[in-house]
């Protein structure tokens, strides 16, 4: 991670009593853009057809200000259970200090097992770019106007 200057930020960590002896998030290569969450459940839990889930990782950070995580899915996950983020991406604001927790739906065919130390998603660290807004009675004209879902071709 970097700052907007493109040298790397520090982000405090603090490891909750759940997550002890759990590995902290890293990227998997060099060039990934994530780092792997932990699922620090106590024992190993059933996620069922349908069902979802709020699972501890057993951490807290302490973003800086100006940044904020996004939780987001595992593809893998996603292409060979069908198990993926109910909220995606999830949100941990700057001044967030709470333990991170990932909402994980089963939209497969089979009931999935969470075992402690399962990687559950990835937390991707990002700039945020503070918005003013300025509000006005009618907006610029474009080809496409005001259409909506779908509108640009096939869907």
Known sequence: MTDRLGGP????????????????????TASSSGCDLR????????????????????L?????PGWEAQVRPRSGLAARHGVTL?????????????????????HGSQP????????????????VTPVVWEEVEELSETDRG???????GRS
């Open 9 to 28: 930020i520090r982000v405090r960590v603090r490891r909750l009593e759940n997550g002890r002896d759990l590995a902290l998030p890293e990227p998997a």
């Open 39 to 58: 699922a620090a459940v106590s024992e190993t839990t059933v996620l069922e057809v349908g069902s979802y889930l709020k699972v501890p990782t057993g």
């Open 60 to 64: 807290a950070i302490e973003l800086p």
């Open 86 to 106: 109910l909220n995606s991406p999830g949100t941990v604001d700057a001044d967030y200090r709470g333990e991170i927790a990932v909402l994980l739906i089963n």
């Open 112 to 127: 999935f097992e969470i075992r402690r130390g399962d990687r559950i998603a990835q937390l991707v660290i990002s700039a």
């Open 146 to 152: 005001p259409a909506g879902f779908g509108s640009t």
